[in-house]
């Protein structure tokens, strides 16, 4: 997708990747909203959660094992942290590539 922002930093920016393998990688959030703010982005274009097909299953495992790799990589798997996945307009999603947020470093706000 050439028009897709995650699409070409996946491709093009391979400096900014904090970890890379040939399914996803991660880099950090440009306005983070934690002092860690890591988004796992897998590299196939697939628009959203509602986008991924069953094939994708193991796909979306891959990318939570991640998440919690790199959760322990910024140090954060101790003190916590969260994963978020933004679906559609009513939670913002901003930008049509699946992407997982991983949000640690300080006490985030509840949800309810
Ligand atoms: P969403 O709201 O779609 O769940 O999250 C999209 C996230 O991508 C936002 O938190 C936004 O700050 C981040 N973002 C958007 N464009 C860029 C970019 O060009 N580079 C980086 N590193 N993050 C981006
Ligand atoms: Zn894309």
């Known amino acids: ?46 628009t959203s959660l509602q986008a991924a097909d069953p094939a994708q299953e193991v796909l979306l495992s891959h990318l939570i094992t991640i998440a919690e790799q790199m959760a322990r990589q910024e140090q954060v798997h101790q003190s916590g942290y969260r994963l978020v996945i933004n679906q559609g307009r009513d939670a913002g999603q901003g930008v049509d590539h699946l992407h997982l947020h991983v949000l640690g470093g300080k006490q985030l706000p509840p949800l309810g």
């Open 1 to 46: 997708m050439d028009d897709c922002i995650f699409c070409q930093i996946g491709q093009t920016q391979a400096d900014t990747h904090l970890y890379s393998d040939e399914r996803c990688f991660v880099i950090r959030d440009i306005a983070p909203s934690a002092p860690t703010h890591l988004l796992v982005i897998p590299r196939q274009h697939v």
